[in-house]
């Protein structure tokens, strides 16, 4: 068998697969494969598990000498067939767009292109024991592309990401199909958007200044896209419409991305807009709650397609 992912916590209880032949207090050898229950865990001055058969025979094994029950069937199917390459379900692409400081209009010369989207497998992948994964991610090139139903979940969950990629004006490659889910993208867009944007803000801001707090340091690009978040979340949830390009922004923006501007001066433009984006969702014509209804139908059509 191929190497098996180890899970790093082993307790008390734990029921094993060993991994090698052991020899037992009772003299007698097991074979690799063999079950058994740990008994006790290494402490200061003991360095190995020490585990129980069924039987009452125990043995001392390090961490390497087995493998947990669940690690090693998970393994088993996952090492039976070689895993997808990215490369290899590219061909299944039918959305792809640009995102980032090119798609928002902040873009200077040293700008990465990053390009997202998401994918509609073959019916034979997408039903065989081994799925297809939920992203597709090239770090190098800046690419990932979603599997077309973990992209509708992350949208009806008003994931800024996501809505991005839905409204982007820089779109790269689209399929019919993808058409038909860009010209109903409104379907996604609910008071949730409020929850999302001003959750994922509030906990990014919390970060910089604890980091600030601790090294007196500030990502000055992060905090530059903690406004823009909170800019285009107030433009969505009062116009209904996901405005990626905020360049009208891009002077006041790159000033904070600069280090132009103080951190007091950032967190007071970023209170009066979480002010601004309260009073706009009281006012908000959005429903509740997302189509699901919509994206549902949407997706059993999408897998339809691939059943061909």
């Not at 902040?106 to 065989?128: K, N």
């Not at 951190?263 to 007071?268: F, G, L, Q, R």
């Amino acid at each position: 068998m191929k190497d098996i992912k180890q899970s790093k916590i082993v307790a008390l209880g734990s029921v094993i697969i060993t991994s090698k032949d052991i020899l037992t207090s009772h003299g007698e050898l097991r074979p690799s494969g063999a079950m058994a229950v740990v008994v006790r865990i290494p402490y200061e001055k003991v360095s190995s598990f020490r585990i129980k058969f069924f039987d009452g025979a125990e043995s001392s094994l390090y961490r390497d000498d087995f493998h947990l029950r669940r690690d090693y069937y998970d393994s088993s199917l996952e090492n039976s067939f070689d895993k997808f390459k990215p490369f290899e379900l590219n061909e299944f692409i039918i959305f792809k767009c640009i995102i980032g400081s090119r798609a928002y209009g902040l873009e200077v010369e040293s700008s990465d292109t990053d390009l997202r989207g998401f994918y509609l497998p073959s019916a034979d992948l997408h039903w065989s024991l081994y799925g297809v994964p939920e992203q597709l991610e090239d770090q190098q090139n800046d690419e990932c592309y979603w599997e077309i139903e973990k992209f509708i979940k992350l949208a009806l969950k008003a994931n800024p990401n996501i809505l991005e990629c839905l409204y982007t004006p820089m779109i790269v490659k689209s399929s019919e199909l993808a058409n038909d889910l860009l010209e109903q993208r409104d379907i996604f867009l609910s008071k949730l958007l409020y929850q999302t944007y001003n959750g994922y803000v509030l906990n990014q801001f919390k970060r910089l200044n604890h980091k600030f707090s601790k090294s007196g340091v500030i990502k000055w690009k992060h905090a530059m896209h903690i406004i823009r978040l909170l800019l285009s979340g107030i433009t969505a949830i009062q116009e209904g419409f996901v405005s990626v390009d905020i360049s009208k922004y891009r002077d006041s923006l790159l000033s904070i991305k600069n280090g132009e501007v103080s951190i007091s001066e950032v967190n007071k433009w970023r209170l009066s807009l979480h002010e601004e984006f309260e009073i706009s969702y009281k006012k908000t014509s959005l429903p509740d709650l997302p189509n699901y209804k919509k994206a549902n139908e949407f997706l059993i059509k999408a897998r339809k397609q691939m059943v061909k």
